[in-house]
């Protein structure tokens, strides 16, 4: 496995930031809900004005394949399962809950330690709501 410019992740003198990381992250999710964003999707805003209901339209695209994937997850018949198929069902073991929830209100609690990062970071002056950071259409979607 390959580490940052493309040096190994067990190179001599390489030390992880965060001792069992993925422990440390299936800690933050039963003491505060920090449930493990990996991947957002981006839409220019142009497309959003052109098309309205191009952000709802996506949001339900994705919400209906990850209902089959989590559905298939929680009955055993994902075959093969790799490292993300086994921490997403890490995840539903620790919440009883989808592994995978979409929209700002499950996901609140770490979208707004994220701008606080980003704030304390100086990759944002200051702070935005969250609600500023995706299309109307889809503040109040969950999946």
Not at 116 to 123: E, L, S
Not at 137 to 143: D, K
């Given at each position: 496995m390959l580490g940052l410019h493309?040096?190994?992740a067990d190179y001599p003198g390489v030390v992880p930031l965060i001792p069992d990381a993925a422990?440390?992250?299936y800690?933050?999710?039963?003491?505060?809900?920090?449930?493990?964003?990996?991947?957002?999707?981006?839409?220019?805003?142009?497309?959003?004005?052109?098309?309205p209901d191009l952000a709802a339209d996506l949001f339900a695209a994705y919400a209906d394949a990850k209902k089959r994937y989590v559905a298939d997850l929680a009955e055993g018949f994902v075959t093969d399962p790799g490292p993300t198929d086994r921490m997403y069902a890490r995840v539903m073991q620790i919440t009883s809950a989808d592994p995978l929830p979409y929209g700002i209100a499950p996901n609140r609690?770490?979208?707004?330690?994220l701008i606080?990062?980003?704030?304390?970071?100086?990759?944002l002056t200051s702070p935005v709501a969250a609600e500023?950071?995706?299309p109307d259409?889809?503040?109040?979607?969950?999946?």
């Open positions: 493309g040096i190994p422990e440390a992250g800690r933050a999710l039963r003491d505060r809900g920090f449930y493990p964003i990996n991947h957002v999707l981006v839409v220019r805003d142009e497309l959003l004005a052109e098309h609690a770490m979208i707004d330690q606080r990062y980003a704030v304390d970071q100086q990759i500023d950071l995706f259409s889809t503040h109040h979607l969950t999946a």
